[in-house]
């Protein structure tokens, strides 16, 4: 019996990286399914490897934390990924993304991709934006391929940790990883004229080991839903910047929503939380809330 970790998902086999450092094709017993667990990338297993060079997995250890999309188990930290342009880039979606983060207590970097598609003027717009989420205590990176942007202050975050790039389908993602290490020559793919996003390049998670970590690349989502398990209270909890002022609100339950003396609303007219994440906040709010009635 041997420990490893796994690293790739295809075609029914899982590919797992032994403590040895030996990549064995395996298999799952059968009996995972009955117990509803079905591994994924990022899964700390136990395999009995086989005469033949492959091995099947007879255990997995349980999870520190696991995402759904992508679906990987065990993770550090999460690169969120979003291009300035081509596709368009989104608060909406940037701020649902921190919060399906934040909700399973994983360290968010904001990663904004393609600065060399911007010019001046919007270079400055978006750097405004921007400043709100590195107010919050958010890292923002700033990169561009084209001109090596970013890729080293990327690449020192990897270190001692494991992590994954995610984001929408072509905002660079293997792209980025590519400039931090040439050697790992990922496929990319262009972005459709007609539809402006990507074209789902990527088809399958990926754990790379790279110097003293692992990243994992991984397909692109064309829409993101919230966790099943998000109740709508805990959602205040996912925004930091309501979170350092709660004390504050005059309600110890307080939703931000309709109590008076609120401190986050407060805050929200004072300008000092955005209002475009206090309207998501709402946004939000009412979507898990529909949610809740539909089931
Ligand atoms: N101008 C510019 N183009 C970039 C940059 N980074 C990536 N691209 C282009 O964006 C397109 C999509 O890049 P990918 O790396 O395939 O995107 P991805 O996020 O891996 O996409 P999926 O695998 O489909 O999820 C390619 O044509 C890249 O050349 C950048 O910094 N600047
Ligand atoms: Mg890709
Ligand atoms: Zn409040």
């Given at each position: 019996?041997?420990?490893?970790?796994?690293?790739?998902?295809?075609?029914?086999?899982?590919?797992?990286?032994?403590?040895?450092?030996?990549?064995?094709?395996?298999?799952?017993?059968?009996?995972?399914?009955?117990?509803?667990?079905?591994?994924?990338?990022?899964?700390?297993?136990?395999?009995?490897?086989?005469?033949?060079?492959?091995?099947?997995?007879?255990?997995?250890?349980?999870?520190?934390?696991?995402?759904?999309?992508?679906?990987?188990?065990?993770?550090?930290?999460?690169?969120l990924?979003f291009?300035?342009?081509?596709p368009a880039f989104s608060y909406h979606l940037l701020d649902r993304f921190l919060v399906l983060?934040?909700?399973?207590?994983?360290?968010?970097?904001?990663?904004?991709?393609?600065?060399?598609?911007?010019?001046?003027?919007?270079?400055?717009?978006?750097?405004?934006a921007?400043?709100?989420y590195?107010?919050?205590?958010?890292?923002?990176?700033?990169?561009?391929?084209?001109?090596?942007?970013?890729?080293?202050?990327?690449?020192?975050?990897?270190?001692?940790?494991?992590?994954?790039?995610?984001?929408q389908?072509?905002?660079?993602?293997?792209?980025?990883?590519?400039?931090?290490?040439?050697?790992?020559?990922?496929?990319?793919?262009?972005?459709?004229?007609?539809?402006?996003?990507?074209?789902?390049?990527?088809?399958?998670?990926?754990?790379?080991?790279?110097?003293?970590?692992?990243?994992?690349?991984?397909?692109?989502?064309?829409s993101l839903e919230f966790?099943?398990?998000?109740?709508?209270?805990?959602?205040?909890?996912?925004?930091?910047?309501?979170?350092?002022?709660?004390?504050?609100?005059?309600?110890?339950?307080?939703?931000?929503?309709?109590?008076?003396?609120?401190?986050?609303?407060?805050?929200?007219?004072?300008?000092?939380?955005a209002s475009t994440r206090y309207e998501n906040y709402v946004t939000f709010m009412e979507e898990?809330?529909?949610?809740?009635?539909?089931?």
């Amino acid at each position: 019996m041997v420990k490893g970790t796994i690293i790739r998902l295809q075609g029914g086999f899982y590919d797992v990286m032994t403590e040895s450092n030996q990549e064995i094709r395996c298999r799952a017993r059968g009996n995972f399914r009955k117990r509803n667990i079905s591994p994924v990338v990022g899964d700390d297993v136990v395999i009995q490897d086989q005469q033949d060079g492959t091995g099947y997995i007879l255990e997995v250890e349980d999870r520190h934390n696991h995402l759904v999309r992508p679906p990987i188990a065990n993770i550090d930290q999460a690169f969120l990924l979003f291009s300035v342009k081509e596709p368009a880039f989104s608060y909406h979606l940037l701020d649902r993304f921190l919060v399906l983060i934040e909700s399973k207590q994983i360290h968010p970097i904001i990663v904004l991709t393609k600065m060399d598609l911007l010019d001046e003027s919007e270079v400055e717009s978006i750097q405004e934006a921007i400043k709100q989420y590195r107010a919050i205590g958010y890292d923002v990176i700033e990169t561009s391929t084209e001109h090596a942007r970013g890729v080293d202050e990327v690449r020192a975050l990897f270190k001692g940790k494991t992590s994954v790039f995610a984001g929408q389908t072509g905002v660079g993602k293997s792209s980025l990883l590519n400039a931090v290490a040439p050697e790992l020559d990922l496929a990319t793919g262009q972005i459709s004229k007609s539809l402006g996003r990507g074209k789902h390049t990527t088809r399958h998670v990926t754990l790379i080991q790279l110097g003293e970590g692992f990243v994992a690349d991984t397909p692109g989502f064309s829409s993101l839903e919230f966790p099943e398990e998000l109740e709508t209270e805990e959602l205040r909890w996912c925004f930091p910047e309501f979170v350092e002022r709660h004390d504050d609100c005059k309600f110890r339950g307080c939703m931000h929503v309709n109590e008076p003396g609120c401190a986050i609303k407060r805050a929200v007219e004072e300008g000092e939380i955005a209002s475009t994440r206090y309207e998501n906040y709402v946004t939000f709010m009412e979507e898990l809330n529909d949610r809740k009635r539909r089931y």
